[in-house]
């Protein structure tokens, strides 16, 4: 009798585990179709009427570069503004910064002769970099491949022009990776060889393409004293290619160089912000932005003006499909990404000031390129959760997601509760453009656009749905 009633506890109990994961199988059915049937509308939505492209044609076409403290950069400032009010976002409002303001001046000339042949050198000042004296310099040329190998050298550096050329490792299929793996000869060159008095420092821009397209980005003397300040540019990848060839066969030739930029003192601008408040948690914050400035080569289409567009048609496209969120959605156009964050570094320092929650936190700051997934860095409690929406986005080719770095403009929100997620499009061609005067309204593809619009309009709405701040344990 004992055995007969055991083994009928134990149907039982299978039986009602059995139901009770039938149930829960059902259930996250009915949820995974709903989240689907609301996706399909938001890419519909986007794709047929979205209006990202042509914000980024007026952006870009209508005001183009704008770097920060420029004239173009409050003319951006006043037309993310304005388009905020138009599209009946609430709570439009100016957060105050003050930001570098550095300018190119002239037009940057290098070259170097080779018997009576003289090779122009396509060039540009790197941002934060001092003047070269107004008749130019004129010195040798050393070639190193990495700070390393400067430091090696010297007092071999002393009255050179130092050139570093090292470039991006072909072999790595994520070129934000290869990026990271050049970019401090960028940075940290002029502090390293400054030390060791060079007068001057060239480097190989950032790119795989080869091309006669120099690449400018920001660069530092770190804490070295301002007589050891040397004038630093960037050359092309063509003109890189041909200087180290060209050492080669002629180690004594002399380089010319002749840059007028200038930092000026700090002017103000402004961080834009918008929001639709939320209808149970006005109080919890999703933001979603990229930053309004841009180098003054180009248009600052791809970088970042693609990401302000999508940011602002994320709010546009939640009014226009009727979701109405939970948490308040807050856009944030940034100012100052390229050269201090110095927006970034306001906004979280006001949000802490105020002690505004932050559930979550998007930024768009990779191009207009075919959306390809997102990048989580937040707690263990959510990641989980927020992997397993990859199944809903990858019929819409969102297949790469990652645990890992979201972007500059929102890392300084992070604080053990909040997500973070950095927007990932196809990175193949971004670099070809960054900070070119190449990075025009014209490179970029509306559908890609509008693709990436509607992926980060889909993650802020299951963000919205699905993460909850309170159950996460501080």
Request: proline fraction near 4%.
């Amino acid at each position: 009798m004992r055995n007969l009633i055991l083994t009928l506890i134990i149907a039982f109990t299978i039986i009602s585990c059995t139901e009770k994961k039938a149930d829960k199988t059902v259930e996250t059915s009915t949820i995974n179709k709903q989240d689907s049937t609301q996706i399909k509308t938001v890419f519909d939505a986007s794709l047929t009427e979205g209006q990202a492209y042509e914000w980024l044609r007026d952006l870009t076409q209508n005001i183009g570069g704008r770097l920060s403290g420029s004239p173009e950069a409050q003319q951006a400032v006043e037309w993310g503004e304005q388009l905020m009010k138009d599209q009946g976002f609430e709570n439009v409002r100016l957060q105050a910064i003050m930001v570098p303001h550095w300018v190119r001046g002239e037009k940057e000339k290098a070259f170097y002769k080779i018997g009576n042949e003289l090779r122009d050198v396509p060039v540009c000042a790197l941002g934060g970099s001092i003047a070269t004296p107004n008749q130019g310099i004129t010195a040798e040329v050393i070639e190193v491949k990495s700070l390393e190998e400067a430091i090696a050298k010297g007092e071999e550096l002393r009255g050179k022009i130092v050139f570093f050329n090292r470039p991006f490792d072909a072999t790595l299929i994520n070129t934000f990776k290869a990026y990271g793996g050049c970019v401090d000869q960028r940075y940290s060159g002029a502090k390293t060889c400054g030390e060791f008095g060079a007068v001057g420092v060239i480097v190989r821009s950032m790119t795989l393409s080869m091309d006669d397209n120099p690449h400018t980005g920001t660069m530092s003397y770190g804490d070295i004293p301002a007589n050891q300040y040397t004038p630093t540019a960037a050359i092309s990848t063509n003109a890189a290619a041909q200087l180290s060839l060209d050492l080669k066969n002629n180690p004594n030739l002399k380089f010319y160089l002749k840059q007028s930029c200038e930092t000026l003192p700090d002017a103000p601008s402004f961080n834009v912000i918008g929001e639709i408040t939320g209808s149970q948690y006005p109080n919890k914050y999703i933001t979603v932005g990229g930053h309004l400035d841009s180098w003054d080569l180009g248009e600052g289409a791809h970088d970042d003006g693609a990401g302000i567009v999508q940011s602002l048609e994320v709010l546009r496209l939640l009014k226009e499909t009727g979701i109405k969120p939970k948490h308040t959605i807050r856009v944030v156009l940034f100012m100052n990404e390229e050269n201090g964050t110095r927006g970034a570094k306001k906004y979280a320092e006001e949000a802490k000031f105020k002690k505004e929650i932050h559930v979550a936190a998007l930024e768009s700051d990779s191009g207009g390129f075919t959306p390809r997934g997102f990048s989580y860095d937040g707690n263990e409690e959510n990641k989980e959760l927020f992997l397993s929406w990859k199944s809903l986005l990858e019929p819409y080719g969102l297949h790469d997601w990652t645990v890992g770095y979201s972007g500059a403009d929102i890392m300084p929100l992070k604080d053990g509760t909040i997500t973070l997620s950095g927007y990932k499009p196809d990175s193949q061609r971004y670099f070809d453009y960054h900070h070119t005067s190449t990075d025009t309204f014209d490179k970029v593809n509306r559908r890609e656009l509008q693709l990436g619009a509607a992926a980060m309009t889909s993650l802020v709405y299951l963000m919205d749905k699905y993460l909850d701040v309170s159950t996460v344990k501080q």
